[in-house]
């Protein structure tokens, strides 16, 4: 168990391509860490730099006390879950748990003590005799989370695990990994490019784009403030409407729709407007955006319905009863509304927000 | 769906009877006395010779010299044949080991300078080897025999493809688990690798078994002859008399095809899995 300290770290490859610049990220002993994004944003090759599967191109790693730079992955006290689960195919799933501990030398009846802790915490040890090809996938990636508990590592480190699981499996056994990790108490990084995963696993969130960090929070802070158009795109399903809008004073411009703020404008001129599917409602009044809906999604608990604000693209999400016609009025609370720089995509607070929230795009002490 | 008629079966059996008919003519003349042969030619039914003839062949002393009997030409064929697929098992592993997981400089220069050596069989190159054995006093030994074919370039490239399609989170997840060079080789990378050791091992046992022109060049003694040249041998020497004995060179010929057909077939499953499959 420890803290991991991750500080300016870079990453460039032989040829001089950057996969990840500059990250600085504090985490906790105990915490789960969530590293979320697109594909090719450099958050698994963050987590390979921790666990020493690659080299560390700039800055300093940490786990504990140690700066652990130039030790080896063996030697660094973690443990790695893979994708593709990467057990190994000729050994039984005891032999997979164990070989570890062997390697390391522990006494045969410390492992055997180990292994059967782990086999019943995970509920595989009618397995513990089989090959990882007689078992199927959630069993397989029980095994491979088993390989690393037994070892009693300072943190875990995950890597997309549950990508490989069909759709059902991957939610239970997404509950699983965070109950687990919540009795072991162990440190944790994962990485996803799963927001619901993200969302859920997580204490705090890294949104990672282009090698950088756009935001660090907790799951509900990253949802309800993100600090740039991209988190705002990527976190939370449907994902954030964003529409090109005008301040006019204390009105906001729309398409052809003006919307009164209250006091919320927090500057004036173009601007990216952030509005959440769920927070736009349908009113009978003639005074609110006029949406043309083009089709509609049913989720059952839901229906969203797509459509558009002018010519801007917008989609809004409605109770499953709610009536749907082909043209609607919407309407929605100025202090639901996020706004970005038209230019930078960065957050701009709206004025009687910005006392109250936190500063973002900072660590959450 | 298809339905399988009578007529495929027809062009299987055909084709079996095609492959299997030399063999059996072959097993079933060495069963006639050589006068029965050589007046009658060859036969299809059970000659009642069989003992004789195949106990004459194993154990009677031949050759120019007299001390070399069908036995021990199969000990000399199988110390070949084995010798030649474990060293070349070893060799080729330990090589596309080094060339698919260690970085070093001219790395893959190295694989394709032993890549175009499959360009020269072992006739382009045999007076040099043969002067090399010379110069080492390596002439009439076993490893004399053995060692000088034992770089392989077939067995380097089917292990690099093999090791190239295992995957990288497999030695990931050793790393951390411990293992270093040498544990990774022994504890995961040779058991996965069984079924296309079995490949290998059937395929260069039958080269080794078959290899005729090198053991010819190498072996004046005839201690270490082995089948292939008795065959050859048992016609000369005991052609002087009136009647030729087939018999006895078509029991040879027999013996000599038994052990790669009963390591084909031990082996013939895991051969096929080595050759196919990639399940990993």
């Known amino acids: ?365 | 769906m298809y339905r399988i008629r009578f007529t495929d079966h027809l062009i299987l059996i055909l084709g079996a009877l095609f492959l299997c008919m030399p063999v059996v003519v072959a097993f079933m003349t060495s069963t006639h006395t050589a006068a029965d042969i050589h007046s009658n030619g060859l036969s299809l039914a059970w000659g009642d010779n069989f003992i004789a003839t195949y106990e004459k062949v194993l154990t009677q002393k031949g050759g120019f010299t007299g001390d070399i009997t069908g036995a021990r030409m199969v000990m000399n064929s199988l110390i070949l044949g084995i010798g030649f697929a474990v060293g070349k098992i070893v060799l080729s592993m330990l090589a596309a080991y080094a060339i698919v997981y260690f970085r070093f400089p001219m790395a893959t220069l190295s694989f394709w300078v032993i890549f175009t050596t499959l360009l020269l069989p072992l006739e382009v190159r045999i007076m040099p080897s043969y002067q090399v054995m010379s110069d080492l006093g390596m002439l009439n030994t076993y490893s004399g025999l053995i060692v000088p074919l034992l770089a392989s370039a077939t067995g380097t490239f089917y292990f690099r493809q093999f090791f190239k399609s295992v995957p990288e989170e497999l030695l990931e997840a050793a790393r951390i688990d411990g293992a270093g060079p040498f544990k990774f080789f022994i504890d995961i990378l040779v058991p996965i690798s069984r079924t296309m050791i079995a490949a290998i091992f059937i395929i260069m046992f039958v080269y080794g078994w078959n290899q005729y022109l090198w053991p010819m060049m190498m072996t004046t003694d005839e201690s270490f002859f082995t089948l292939m040249r008795g065959i050859k041998s048992i016609l000369q020497v005991w052609v002087g008399s009136n009647i030729p004995d087939y018999n006895e060179a078509f029991a040879l010929a027999i013996l000599a095809m038994l052990p790669p057909v009963a390591i084909v077939v031990i082996f013939q499953s895991w051969f096929i899995k080595g050759l196919t499959e990639s399940d990993k």
């Open chain 1, 1 to 365: 168990m420890a803290a991991i300290d991750i500080s300016s770290v870079g990453k460039i490859y032989n040829g001089g391509v950057r996969a990840v610049s500059d990250i600085n990220l504090d985490i906790k002993d105990g915490e789960f860490i969530v590293l979320v994004g697109p594909s090719g944003c450099g958050k698994s090759t963050l987590l390979r730099m921790v666990a020493g599967l690659e080299a560390i191109s700039e800055g300093t790693v940490k786990i504990g006390d140690r700066v652990v730079n130039e030790v080896e992955p063996a030697d660094r006290d973690i443990a790695m879950v893979f994708q593709n689960y990467a057990l190994y195919p000729h050994m039984t799933v005891r032999q997979n748990l164990e070989y570890g501990l062997k390697n390391r030398k522990t006494p045969r009846e410390e492992i055997d003590a180990r292994v059967n802790e782990a086999a019943r915490m995970l509920e595989i040890t009618q397995y513990l005799d089989r090959k990882p090809r007689a078992l199927s996938g959630g069993q397989r990636q029980r095994v491979a989370m088993g390989r690393a508990i037994v070892r009693k590592p300072a943190a875990f480190l995950f890597d997309e695990p549950l990508s490989n699981l069909d759709a059902k499996l991957r939610v239970s056994m997404r509950g699983e990994i965070k109950r687990l990790q919540r009795r072991l108490g162990t440190t944790s990084i994962y990485v996803t490019h799963d927001q619901l995963e993200a969302m859920t696993l997580a204490d705090r969130l890294v949104v990672l784009n282009g090698g950088q960090i756009e935001q660090v929070g907790s799951p509900l802070d990253v949802y309800h403030t993100p600090a740039s158009t991209f988190v705002a795109g990527f976190i939370g399903s449907p994902a954030m409407n964003l529409v090109k809008a005008e301040l006019q004073g204390d009105k906001l411009a729309i398409g052809p729709s003006l919307i009164s703020l209250n006091g919320y404008a927090p500057t004036s001129g173009a601007v990216t407007v952030g509005l959440r599917a769920e927070d736009l409602r349908t009113t009978s009044a003639s005074d609110g955006m006029p949406f043309t809906v083009e089709y509609v999604e049913e989720l059952g608990s839901q229906r969203l319905a797509h459509g558009l604000v002018g010519d801007q693209a917008l989609t809004i999400a409605l109770s499953g009863e709610a009536e749907i016609t082909d043209r609607m009025q919407l309407t929605i609370d100025p202090s639901k509304l996020h706004f970005f720089d038209a230019g930078t995509g960065k957050r701009l607070e709206a004025r009687a927000l910005a006392k109250a929230a936190p500063t973002l795009a900072e660590p959450v002490a």
